[in-house]
């Protein structure tokens, strides 16, 4: 199989909202989500031949689960040697108002 970066994705905000609650639920105080600004996605979806991205999980040094952004191409490969993000800024505390994904 090829990626061709229009890939479906749709997911419902019920069925989203499901699961993140279900999420929450299982983790109690852990962290909800990770916020990265447009630049740092667009860096990555604008070297050549990325056509999306894909996210690993991670620990960092600390211990702090983390997540790790990179490019792929349409064969399936990691543009690895290319911009990586992370250092995303975690919800909580950064998780604007109460909605469906954040909160019962």
Partial sequence: MSF???EKHDIT?????????TYRTQNPGATKG??????????????????????YYAVDT??????????????????????LAERSLACPPHCGVNNPLNSD
Wanted: hydrophobic fraction near 40%; aromatic fraction near 8%.
């Fill in 4 to 6: 061709t970066g229009n």
């Fill in 13 to 21: 905000l019920a069925e989203a909202a499901a699961w993140t609650r």
């Fill in 34 to 55: 990770h916020f990265y600004g447009k630049t740092a996605i667009q860096n990555i979806l604008n070297q050549t031949g990325c056509v999306g991205i894909r996210i």
């Fill in 62 to 83: 600390n211990g702090a689960k983390q997540l790790i952004i990179v490019g792929v191409n349409s064969q399936e490969n990691d543009l690895y040697n290319g911009l």
